[in-house]
């Protein structure tokens, strides 16, 4: 990694570029939050970021410190509560959902419920919250995680968040929206995306510094790859300047 930005400094600024302009995206705590916040700084002045607890359209001047905090609700175009919200992603009218987990696999399943059996885990960890909705009703979700063996493994302990489910029509199958699911999974290692045909995981880019091979060897399931694998430009001096004084300056989340 170079020495002019953290891991996590990479991954908030590869997670903002994939915010777009206009567009409304469930934001979690942590660095879907910091993401969104550089990318209305940004590229994405229009991007309507809407949190769990009912804050919508909020402008993010001051970074929160949870979806609950009251900075959620800064200069927002509505405010309500998590009902409401809920029911905003269950008709159709929340586009991206950015996600995180213990656990994903090929077809983008998340887990953020158990390591181990479900009855006697081994870890309990926090659990679906909204993940659930947000993976169940927006029309494209995207992870951001840490890319070893451990997390990117082919079968999930448990089920939180469905990606792909069992691979192509699972999902609608399962009484799910039709045209939703997973759209992008952003690594310390790269740039993930899932194959049209077969709803697997496959490698579309790769990080300053990382080889595809790097990727594979850091994945516990059969990994497509790109005909043309792209390389992602690393954080711009621009990027990590509103980053680090503007968006978190107290270095809360990008340390």
Known sequence: ???????????????????????????GTGIPMLAASLAQSMHAPNLVAVFEFGGTGAILEKLPLAVGDMRTYNK??????????????????????????????????????????????????????????????????????????????????????????TGPGAREEAGLPRNTGPYRVVTNLGVLGFDEETRRMKLLSVNPGVKADDVVENTGFELLLADEIGENPAPTDEELKILREKVDPDGLYRK
């Open 1 to 27: 990694m170079s020495e002019r930005y953290s891991p996590s400094e990479l991954l908030i600024c590869l997670s903002s570029r994939v915010m777009e302009d206009g567009t409304t995206a469930f934001i």
């Open 76 to 165: 927002s175009l509505h405010a309500s509560g998590i009902t409401d919200i809920m029911e905003t992603s269950q008709r159709g009218f929340i586009e991206y959902g950015f996600l995180g987990g213990a656990q994903i696999d090929a077809y983008g399943n998340l887990n953020s419920t158990v390591i181990g059996d479900i009855l006697k885990p081994k870890v309990r960890l926090p659990g679906s919250g909204g993940g659930n909705d947000v993976g169940s009703c927006c029309w494209r979700t995207i992870a951001i995680m840490r890319h070893d063996k451990r997390r990117f493994i082919e079968k999930l302990d448990f089920i939180t968040t469905p990606g792909f489910l």
